[in-house]
């Protein structure tokens, strides 16, 4: 039977709320058909961001930061060399990088605002190869690599709207093709236009998602037995730009 996880990132925000407002008939169908309830992902205190939130979703939940330099850098298959660290530094314009080296602090000749991330925990070795994380090189990719499960990023998979959902919904077919115990699809879409502050573009990731991963997804489900779980990370408001704590929604439904 078939096991899936959706994970749309930052899907939810304040009322009247884009996942109102957006057109979403195959979450829909699995909420009236379906069991729906709220999760609560983190412990107070625990910073609210996709690599505590989805590390909670993949089965290990942070009691603190987790290094979020360390899980880019995984996503793209890079680890620090013994006695290196990393460090993820954001510049103006959307600009990110990852910076190897040693000492307290990266060193970094950049004008204008610079943020950089703090360390925190590595995520543990608790999956195997049969659970399989499929999204863009990322917090899901980079999570699933430091867990011990399988990575797959396929092309045209940015994590921003207008990436390849459709190459999303193909890899996931092919795991769940290859019998893979549980497949994890990753939209980081939503969560990118909350940032930008962009309202209407979230609505459009969201209903991509539902046509292109969602639905199409279900109904595998139905024809062949199993579970479907479709849920946010967590919030991101397009009014703050900022993230939001606290139980975020989900969707169940199973056969069989």
Known sequence: MVNLLVILDGATDPA???????STPGLDRLAAEGETDWLDLLDPGVPVGSETAIASLLGWRPDGPV???LVEAAARGLEPAPGERVWRVDLEHGHRLLVFGQGDSPRVDAAGA??????????????????????AAGAATGLARLM????????????????NLAAKRT?????????????????????????????????????QADLEIVAPL?????????EIQVCADHGCDPATRAHIGGPVPQIRWSRG
């Open 114 to 135: 610079m943020r950089v991330w703090p360390d925190g925990l590595r995520p543990p070795r608790i999956l195997d190869a049969c659970t399989v994380v499929v999204g």
């Open 171 to 207: 890899a996931a077919l092919a795991a769940i093709d290859a019998r893979a115990d549980r497949v994890v699809v990753h939209v980081g879409g939503a969560d990118e236009a909350g940032h930008a502050g962009d309202r209407i573009a979230k609505i459009a990731v969201l209903e």
């Open 67 to 69: 290094d979020r330099a």
């Open 218 to 226: 279900a109904e595998l489900v139905r024809a062949r037995g199993g």
């Open 16 to 22: 009247p709320s884009t996942l109102e407002e957006a």
């Open 148 to 163: 011990g499960a399988t990575a797959v990023v396929p092309p045209g998979a940015t994590g921003r709207p207008g990436s």
